[in-house]
Structures are given as C-alpha cells and as structure tokens.
C-alpha cells in the first residue's frame, strides 16, 4: 500500500523534525509515501533536509521528500498535517514568566495556563488559524495533528472555529505504551519495559485522564487490587516528570515532594506534575504556614536555551555527516504523530492518549469539553474510551482549566480585551484582580509585535 503524504510545518523545531524523520523512514507503512518539510528558517529547513535525504538515503526506501519555507506549495495533496511552530518561543516564554511573576503568579512553565499560557494563544492561535484556512482549500481531507503549547487552547480552537476539518491535538508526555510501561514499572509489576508481555497488560487497569499537562491517575489495579497507593509512596522517589524538572531549574526534589503532597491530600496522582504544580494555587508563596509550605520557582530560560542549542548543534552535526545517520537512526525512536498516522493509515488496533472533544466518555463532562483521554483512531475518527466519572475535586479543577482555555481562545480570535481579562482570572493562580489587570497590560505592551494588530486599536 502506498503511504500518506505527511506535511511538517515548523520542521527545523529543536524537537520535532528528526523523530518525525526517523518515523517516516523507518515505518514500513509511511516509508514509501512523501515528506513535506516546512519552515520559514532556510538555514534550519537546510539542516533537516539533508538529514532526511541521508536517512532516506541509508535505509534505502522510496520515500520522497519535499522542502519549502511556503506551506502553500507542499500542502495539496496532504492526508496529514502536523503542526510544530513557533515564534521565538522560549524568548516569549521568558517574558511571559518574567512579567507575571513580578506581579505575583509564578510561572514555572509559561506554556499552557496562567498569564503564559493566555499570551501564548494569544500569539499562536491566530498563527494556526491562517494554516488552517489553507488547509480548508488545498488539503480539505486532511487530519491537522497539532503539537503545539498550549495543546488544549490549539485544539479548542480547531474545534470550535474549523470544525469541518479533521483534527486532534496531543503531547509527547503520555505517549504509549511508554506512559502505561511507566506506571506498570513504578506499581512494581515488572522492573523494566521488555519484561511487560500482553498477558500482564490484559490484567492491568489504567484510567488516566483530564487536560493537556493537567492529566491524572485515577485508578490503577492489578487483577483487582489497587495499586494507586504504590504508585503514591514511589512520588516520594522520583516522578515522571523528573527529567524535564531537572533540565528546567534543578529542583528535581521539590517536584517530587510537590507531586507527593498533591497525590497524598488532593487523592489523586498528577501524571504531568511539572506543569500541574504550575496550574493549582497552592504552590504560590502565599501560604502564612511558611514551614510546611512549597514554592515553585520561575521557569529558567538559560537552560531551555542551552538545551535548544544543543539540539540544533546536534541536527548540524547529523546534516554535515560528523555524526554518522547510522548512529542518529540507531538511537532515535518514534514520535507520538508519527505512530498515531501509522495506525490510522495502516488499520493497526492500538490506543493512544490523545486531546479531543469528550463525546460522551466522561458521563459527568459535556460532550464538547477538550479532553485528554484514551483513544482508539482510525482514518475516519478519533474516538475516546468509555472512561466514567471525573471524581471530586479533580472536576472542578478541570473546569476550571476548561474555562480559561475556551476564554483565552476566545480572547485570540476577537482581540477582546474584556475577554482576555476573564481568561486571566479563571486561571487558578489568578488571587487578585487588580494585580491580573497589572500583568495583562503590561504583557500586551511589551509583546505588541507578537500580536495582531487589532489588540492595539
């Protein structure tokens, strides 16, 4: 069978272009279809090209490659589309943390909620919209596989203003079946992945779920028993997130003891902890009991800069041949998109935790709520698993994080600063409303160029 046509727009992104490269190689049902790379930085465009012309060209397959800074030229006759921008985004992400902070909300992750995560959609939803729109005209069956923060804001915003067309949104931390592995290794029931065989899988039960960066452990059992408190006592050890809070600020230890706290008090265990102890307000400094209390710090720009540097050094290297494609083709794996378009184009019965509209799997959240669940997919659809209840309080937090996204949303495609302001206070760090004006104001003036014109009128 011939494969798709996969279009990547924000192909040189630190992350995102080699994995989807490894994965349109090294997949027998996508290596003999086409690779379209786009990204408006020719000399990043120049370096990933020519890394996929050496994997192409290494492993000996038929698929064909196109490269444009113009995703208008490459985009008909796509049966994918995966979106990777944006626009200096840990630069923005700096400012985001800087500013809302010095007004009282600390951002630890500036991406997805909060006064950074508001400013974000505000900058990128308009971004998509425009791609969107060329998709309506040059590629109307197309599914859009959106990876951009914040993910739950993109794909509300797909949803609710392009709903003829095909789309999802995910994130590359519940990727299975690495996510379930994990908490199969952290209940104890195997110590690493390759001893988990499909008859262990067939009697564990995992329900996982919720937003975007804000998805948790509802319940996990072993033939019947829980293993939830195991899963608990090993936070006090390490956490999912632990690579990513180490390369962030540090404070690996804080992280656990924060996961921990959440998981023992709140009942439930965070599954995306450096983000989620970004959403909830008790991690804030504004705790009178300072002994007890924790603190989360402001997200570290240096070190995600050091880290995207590395990473485009290292697609350098790669692309001029100092480090042997071999050598990138052995120790690259897939990516979350790419295995998601290979069981859709291939037919393969596998599950995938992916954000869409809930249609039903939660009974106690509206059928449109922009949810993070479990998914079955195929050509035609994404549908999430029957997944029950959300439990108290978990389902007020959800929505609140909902409300926020859907405004922040709304914000972007109206220019409504009346709207923005309701989006800044439905955020859960948000304590006081003159100080979320203060921000606001104060993040649109300096962000001006970022942003449509139509705020400033």
Known sequence: MKGPKVVLIGAGSAFFGRQ??????MKDALNNGTLALVDPDKKKLDWISKIAKRCIAEKKVPLKLEVDTDRKKVLKGADFVILAFANEGVKMRGIDADISTKHGMIMCSAD?????GTMRTLREVPRQNEI???VVRLCPDAWVINWVNPTAAMGIAMMRHFPQVKSLAICDGPHNPRFDNYLMIRAGLVKTADEITDALRSRVRIRSGGINHFNWLIEMSYNGKDLTPKIKEELRKATQSEHIASS???KVERTNRIAYQIAEHIGYVPMCVWHTQEYLPYFQGHDVNKKDALTIKKWNIEIRRKWMNDCWTDMQNIASGKRPVADFLEKTGADHASDIIEAMWAGL??????NSCNRGAVENMTDDAYLELPCVVDMNDVRPLPFGKIPR?????????LDEHELAVEAAVTCDRKK???????SMVTVSIPDAIDTMEELLKTERKYLPAAWFK
């Open 349 to 354: 019965p596998k599950q995938f935790y992916i």
């Open 20 to 25: 989807t490269i490894w994965s349109m190689v």
């Open 248 to 250: 962030e600020d540090g």
């Open 112 to 116: 997805t909620v909060g006064p950074g």
């Open 132 to 134: 969107m729109k060329d």
């Open 420 to 426: 923005l302001l309701q989006a800044f206070l439905a």
């Open 393 to 401: 309080p978990l389902h007020g937090y959800i929505q609140r994080v």
